[in-house]
């Protein structure tokens, strides 16, 4: 986990404006703290998000695990699982159904609609972070893809096992299709690595410079090292 005070911007209203300030990049939430939200309000925020971008969200999802921010807006810890897991479902309906209907332990609606629907069909993809049982069995059961943060080859491929072994044990619908993995590295990346992670299962590599992380008020320095960053990193794979 990221120390209390990192000056991280809300995820949505990031999202909102890199939809407005890109064009073809992909935009990835790693990761939204679902059970904090309420997913009626926020399935409108996201497919909105969808929309002004041309269809290019990857809602990245995970239960949090800091009791205090719980406490704070009056959702119990204990159930940030379940609620996350019944969020998810809600999202889905209120995208996928003409007249969404949703009856659940946290979320009852009926004679509403959400518009705009997204711009993916069914809808944006769903990736679900976490290193739990339960976090890799939520993703199996209602995940597109699966996220790790700053992991190195090894974690990658011990989450991946995991991952297999929670197959094992719970279904997977078959309108999920396969699971897309994608791993924030941890340390510089190079060919040799990248090449380690796609044999190990990984699918897509979401690299992030630490200094994205420094507290500033002018942006254009952070925009500098991230050129940098993109720059020197396709430099060292060959690109």
């Not at 997204?118 to 209602?142: E, F, K, L, N, W």
């Amino acid at each position: 986990p990221l120390v209390p005070d990192t000056p991280l911007a809300d995820t949505v209203a990031t999202l909102a404006f890199l939809a407005g300030a890109t064009e073809r990049v992909r935009l990835a939430s790693g990761i939204l703290l679902l059970p904090q939200r309420n997913p009626v309000v926020l399935a409108k925020e996201l497919a909105g998000i969808d929309v002004l971008s041309g269809g290019r969200l990857i809602l990245g999802v995970g239960v949090g695990s800091v009791e205090g921010e719980f406490d704070a807006i009056g959702v119990p810890f204990r159930e940030r699982g379940a609620r996350t897991s019944e969020h998810i479902e809600v999202l889905r309906t209120l995208w996928t159904q003409e007249k969404p209907v949703f009856e659940g332990r946290f979320t009852s609606l009926a004679g509403i609609q959400s518009r705009p629907l997204p711009v993916q069909q069914p809808h944006p993809p769903i990736v679900i972070g976490g290193y739990s049982d339960a976090a890799h069995r939520r993703t199996i059961t209602q995940g597109d893809g699966w996220y790790g943060f700053m992991m190195d080859v090894e974690g990658a491929a011990a989450a991946i096992r995991a991952l297999d072994e929670a197959a094992e044990k719970v279904e997977r619908p078959d309108y999920l299709g396969p699971l897309e993995i994608t791993i924030t590295p941890r340390g510089r990346l190079d060919r040799e690595t990248v090449e380690r992670f796609a044999e190990v299962g990984v699918h897509r590599l979401a690299p992030m410079p630490r200094h994205l992380m420094l507290p500033t008020d002018d942006p254009d320095p952070i925009r500098d090292d991230v050129v940098a960053f993109v720059e020197s990193t396709a430099e060292s794979l060959g690109l």
